[in-house]
T-cell receptor, first 108, second 114 residues
């Protein structure tokens, strides 16, 4: 079975502060991990995926297989980063398993 | 390209009524999905269709049926709506390539069952 855990339902930081959204997963094989973002009342959008090793909107995430984590980080948060963030895992089947999400609020 | 589209955007139903949520994609994707989004629970898979002509149950299929009408369209039907089905419903699609696992989402349908 595959599972994704996002331990923080809510996270608030001040503008310009670093932010880290935690994601831990459980999967016996080699997973592919994603971060999706949902701005207020909009559709989910792909933010980044671990195989691309890219930085989108200043966000990065590194897959740590030893700790089974895929935390999302940004060194300097902006107010426009306020959104719901979902970590997701794709295993062997053609399905995504989502975490419960973290609502990020960046305060001015 | 419109990507993934959904209709309606919002619907209010009375308990026991039926309705069909429509989803279409113009990206020539093989796989399509229906999720529901509830506070504190993330997105949960209701049904999915790996290819035209096939459908499979996801995590929470009870109370729903689906139809993969053709490669573009994947509909979700509630035969007898219940208040527990009040939710936001998202449709998604994914490329046919085995290496491509990114799913693309529609704008969602907000459903309220009274």
């Amino acid at each position: 079975a595959q599972r994704v855990t996002q331990p923080e339902k809510l996270l608030s930081v001040f503008k310009g502060a670093p932010v880290e959204l935690k994601c831990n997963y459980s999967y016996s094989g080699s997973p592919e991990l994603f971060w999706y973002v949902q701005y207020s009342r909009q559709r989910l959008q792909l933010l980044l995926r671990h195989i691309s090793r890219e930085s989108i909107k200043g966000f990065t995430a590194d897959l740590n297989k030893g700790e089974t984590s895929f935390h999302l980080k940004k060194p300097f948060a902006q107010e426009e980063d306020s959104a719901m963030y979902y970590c997701a895992l794709s295993g062997s089947a053609r399905q995504l398993t989502f975490g419960s999400g973290t609502q990020l609020t960046v305060l001015p | 390209n419109a990507g993934v589209t959904q209709t309606p955007k919002f619907q209010v139903l009375k308990t026991g009524q039926s309705m069909t949520l429509q989803c279409a994609q113009d990206m020539n994707h093989n796989s399509m999905y229906w999720y529901r989004q509830d506070p504190g629970m993330g997105l949960r898979l209701i049904y999915y269709s790996a290819s035209e002509g096939t459908t499979d149950k996801g995590e929470v299929p009870n109370g729903y049926n689906v139809s993969r009408l053709n490669k573009r369209e994947f509909s979700l039907r509630l035969e007898s709506a219940a208040p527990s089905q009040t939710s936001v419903y998202f449709c998604a699609s994914r490329s046919s390539g085995a290496a491509e696992k990114t799913q693309y989402f529609g704008p969602g349908t907000r459903l309220l069952v009274l």
